[in-house]
């Protein structure tokens, strides 16, 4: 008998505005980021994703993040979980996708932070099968007004 169990959370999006007390400028001037990854064997794959937005205009800023997870299990058992939290100067979301069977495991995270016009994200995912090493990717992202730096290991 094949039991699949498949857990989902496809997006936990959060923002706020606030209006900033900095000069106006004149234009607009945005910056978005995030990484994703993921990890799958035989009977069990887990995937994440975060994104974050800081937006300045001349009658003030506004901040967001968004992200979420995918989980499946064949024989056994997934989860995904994502929340976030903010105030007027940062905002922060994580996401966590778990799935595992009587012989793997999979797991992946990701943290996205945006402040001070800048947005961090980071997603690291692992996979382990039972007797070997396990498997882990890690993608980590910054953006700036001046541009983004992805880093894969």
Do not use: C, W
């Not at 999006?13 to 799958?40: D, K, N």
């Not at 800023?61 to 903010?86: C, E, H, Q």
């Not at 996401?95 to 980071?122: F, L, N, W």
Request: charged share 25%; glycine share 12%; net charge positive.
């Amino acid at each position: 008998m094949h039991r699949q169990s498949r857990a989902r959370l496809l997006a936990a999006a959060i923002a706020v505005s606030a209006i900033a007390s900095s000069p106006a400028t004149g234009f607009a001037q945005s910056v978005t980021g995030g990484s994703s990854g993921g990890v799958s064997g035989q009977g069990v794959s887990a995937s994440t994703y975060g994104s974050g937005q800081q937006t300045n205009t001349p009658e003030g800023s506004s901040i967001g993040v968004a992200g979420g997870g995918d989980a499946v299990a064949v024989d056994g058992s997934a989860s995904t979980r994502s929340d976030a939290k903010l105030n007027e100067r940062r905002a922060m979301q994580r996401s966590v996708a778990t799935a595992q069977d009587d012989d793997e495991r999979a797991r992946s995270r990701t943290r996205t932070v945006v402040r001070e016009g800048e947005v961090r994200s980071r997603t690291v995912s692992r996979y382990k099968q039972q007797g070997e090493k396990p498997v882990r990717e890690m993608t980590y992202s910054v953006t700036t007004p001046e541009g983004s730096t992805t880093r894969t290991k």
